[in-house]
């Protein structure tokens, strides 16, 4: 995740420049754990979202999209995201991740008469996969 923030931040410079259209982010990271979904940049650590669908689009309803203005902005969010996870011992590993984690980016961009286009990068940590024959040595 940190070299996408910094690979992001140069292309953006880069197609602003070459392109004269401008590029705006947002990111937003959710944990899915037990079936649930839960917010990673919430405020509320228990509140859990469902996850929806309108025939074109899915989505969780509630969910915290956090705008994006440098690399370091990028990096912050990563940082919070990660330390609220859920972390624990599995036998094999002390710190193995039990949940999966969707760090999402929603990407505008405007051409010169402002007309906008959305898209999302979803980047999926997945939990942690030891084999049981490890856990029961």
Do not use: M
């Amino acid at each position: 995740l940190p070299r996408t923030a910094l690979f992001l931040q140069s292309e953006i410079k880069r197609y602003e420049a070459n392109l004269g259209k401008k590029i705006q982010f947002e990111v937003s990271a959710l944990e899915i754990y037990c079936e649930n979904i839960r917010d990673l940049l919430s405020q509320n650590e228990n509140q859990y979202l469902e996850l929806k669908s309108n025939g074109s689009q899915i989505f969780c309803p509630g969910q915290i999209w956090v705008p994006i203005d440098s690399p370091q902005q990028f990096l912050d969010q990563i940082h919070i995201s990660q330390r609220k996870r859920i972390f624990k011992n599995n036998g094999v590993n002390k710190t193995s991740s039990r949940s999966h984690h969707v760090f999402q980016i929603k990407i505008f961009t405007y051409d010169r008469s402002g007309k906008a286009c959305e898209s999302f990068l979803n980047i999926v940590d997945l939990a942690g996969s030891e084999r049981r024959a490890q856990l029961h040595r």
